[in-house]
């Protein structure tokens, strides 16, 4: 109630105090009982060996199993390695004239982490590199921008073996814009500057002195240096040499000086020395580009070579191109068509149908061969390539006169069958080496086209004796007039002399295999034929006579196969042959391909170029006269005289039966 406590209160007696409440019951004492220490120092220990047994485990891997490899890796991080590029040899001709050489170049180089806006202080920095670095190297802007940003590299090529001047041009606009960048610092500027990434390698260009020079014989370097076409590529091992290399130690990517380093060496290329003459090369091939040019012709070949060593002084192409600037150079026209073109030769060919039947003792220079206007063979109607009455003619005279008609006459007296014939002139034509490989490994290169007899056609064994159904390189062509000029004894092509080591020493090639395809006596007596063909007024090859000198040599015009068709279409016309012929030196061959502008005969056209290349090659070998009158062997004989002596019962004057013909072919001089 209110103001009881009061009340009670006031009813105690004084000082006297409040009866005190019951004491709660006292609480009894916690107690923390402690656990068994020894699992979980067990569970420690245990945590505790397998954190250490798992470092050991590591250390073992590191230091033993994979010892090898993280060594290998810390020097890869720690050493740098550089190739020394070795010099790549020089080729020269027969005289020692460089015809290719290697010059100091410089690789323009780049580091992109250069180019990052952090580094270069220029947002487009690539792209500014690039605009002006095209230019000067030659290079798309947008190729240049996308090397210049590639990522997680330090190093990037630009450009290869550029030429000192394109450095200096480089070099320049660095120093502009590195002036530009100090000036910009120095006014509290960021000092940006986009070519600070720029850099250069020593490296070295491949270059050839002349020009189209023997480009096809040479032919050229690919971007890497390495050899892409022609004796660079063919020789490209003894060209190259061997690479050395350069290791030294670094830090943050820069060559620590006193760290030390080793060096293996490089080992210089070989020196190359041909048997090229330049002095001849250069009238060959002047001579037959300008006849190619006026012609209006596909391409021409000239070949010059040693009659007597097999040396080759020359071989011509037109057109040609530069190996200093490929990008204008047509890919028809960069390999060597004297070696990779094939063709039927026509009337050239009939040397050796000749060389058959005089070695075979079928027939002598002035055996009587009379020649009719037609003549019906298989199902054929051959024709010369003029009509005329019948001829009396010498054998003499059916070379002379370059006769179809005449050289299947003379021909088939080679066996008592057409069959045997066959085999006795595939026999010849092989051992010219028609069908196999000239021996000069050119890449590349053909060996023709020549059919085992027992595959000839019906039309094939009768125009395979005047150069029709069979086809050969120019090369090819021109060792079967060596053959006959050297005696008869078929010399090996060559174009390498030797090589110059790095030593300075000089060590010839290998002499070149030679077999015998004919005795000296019928190269002799063919000799004096193929005199025939030039000096006498009835000769085919009256424009290839060079005064004071007894040339020997023939004609050919033959029915083309035109490449993109398959079927004939246009001529070839050639012309083959030696000086002097009673004493031979020099070979010389020309082949014009479809020359479709004034005339197309080879005695022509090619003849010319014969006359005007052979009397560059006498002169500058020196070779003098023999002052000696032709062997004047005659040419026709009057109907009812009688011919000499014959070493064989088989003269070649007879005409085959005459069959009704299905075809007409007119095949040409």
């Not at 002047?286 to 006849?291: D, R, V």
Request: aromatic share 6%; proline share 8%.
């Amino acid at each position: 109630r209110p103001g009881g406590d009061r009340a009670r209160a006031a009813a105690r007696p004084a000082g006297a105090r409040p009866a005190t409440r019951r004491p709660a019951p006292a609480r009894k004492p916690h107690t923390i009982r402690l656990g068994a220490p020894k699992p979980r120092l067990r569970l420690v220990s245990v945590g505790l060996t397998l954190v250490m047994l798992a470092f050991v485990v590591r250390l073992l891997q590191v230091q033993a199993v994979d010892a090898s490899a993280y060594s290998a890796k810390a020097s890869e991080n720690r050493f740098a390695s550089h190739t020394l590029a070795a010099e790549r040899g020089e080729i020269t001709d027969r005289k020692g004239v460089a015809l290719a050489t290697s010059v100091d170049a410089y690789d323009i180089t780049a580091d992109p982490h250069m180019f990052t806006p952090q580094e270069s202080k220029a947002p487009d920095a690539p792209e500014q590199a690039a605009a002006l670095l095209a230019p000067i190297i030659g290079k798309d802007a947008k190729e240049l921008t996308e090397r210049l940003k590639t990522k997680n590299t330090r190093y990037v090529v630009l450009a290869r073996r550029q030429t000192p001047q394109v450095w200096n041009q480089i070099k320049d606009l660095k120093k502009v814009f590195a002036e530009k960048s100090a000036a910009d610092k120095r006014n509290n500027g960021p000092g940006a500057n986009v070519l600070a990434g720029v850099f250069n390698e020593n490296s070295s260009k491949r270059v050839y002195p002349n020009g189209d020079l023997a480009a096809g014989i040479l032919g050229y370097v690919n971007a890497e240096g390495k050899g892409a076409g022609g004796l660079e590529s063919s020789l490209d091992k003894k060209l190259a040499g061997k690479d050395g290399e350069l290791t030294y130690a670094q830090s943050g990517g820069r060559r620590v000086p006193t760290a030390g380093s080793s060096e293996k060496p490089a080992v210089p290329g070989e020196d190359i020395e041909l048997t090229i003459d330049r002095d001849i090369q250069w009238a060959a091939q002047s001579a037959i580009s300008e006849q190619v040019a006026k012609s209006e012709a596909d391409r021409g070949y000239v070949i010059v070579q040693d009659t007597q060593t097999g040396e080759v002084l020359a071989m011509a192409n037109a057109p040609g191109f530069d190996p200093n600037d490929l990008s204008r150079a047509s890919s028809a026209a960069m390999g060597n068509a004297a070696l990779q073109d094939v063709y039927e030769p026509g009337s050239t060919a009939k040397v050796m149908s000749m060389a058959a039947v005089l070695e075979e003792k079928k027939a002598t220079a002035d055996t009587h061969v009379e020649v009719p206007n037609r003549l019906h063979r298989g199902d054929r109607l051959f024709k010369d390539d003029i009509d005329h009455v019948t001829w009396y003619l010498t054998l003499n005279g059916v070379l002379a006169k370059s006769s179809n008609i005449g050289t299947i006459l003379a021909t088939g007296q080679l066996g008592p069958t057409q069959r045997d014939a066959n085999k006795v002139l595939y026999s010849y034509l092989d051992k010219f080496g028609i069908g196999r490989p000239t021996g000069l490994n050119y890449p590349g290169e053909s060996r023709g086209i020549l059919a085992k007899p027992e595959d000839w056609s019906t039309s094939q064994q009768y125009t395979i004796p005047f150069g029709q159904g069979l086809s050969l390189n120019a090369m090819q062509a021109a060792s079967v007039y060596s053959t006959i000029a050297n005696g008869g004894v078929r010399v090996q092509p060559t174009l390498v002399r030797g090589t110059k080591g790095p030593d300075g020493r000089f060590t010839p090639a290998p002499a070149p295999p030679q077999n015998r395809v004919v005795s000296p006596e019928t190269a002799k007596t063919l000799a004096q034929m193929l005199e025939s063909v030039v000096d006498d007024q009835e000769g085919t090859g009256t424009k290839a006579r060079i005064p004071g000198y007894r040339v020997g040599g023939k004609t050919g015009t033959s029915n083309r196969v035109d490449p993109a068709t398959g079927r004939y279409k246009g001529y070839t016309a050639s012309f083959a042959g030696f000086a002097p012929a009673d004493r031979p030196r020099i070979t010389v061959y020309c082949a014009i391909q479809n020359p479709t502008k004034g005339s197309y005969f080879g005695g022509q056209i090619c003849g010319p170029i014969y006359k005007k290349v052979m009397e560059f090659a006498l002169k500058t070998l020196q070779v003098a006269p023999t002052g000696t009158a032709p062997a004047g062997l005659p040419v026709d004989y009057e109907p009812g005289a009688q011919p000499r002596p014959q070493p064989s019962p088989q003269p070649a004057r007879t005409v085959g039966p005459a069959v009704p013909p299905q075809k007409s072919v007119r095949h040409h001089q």
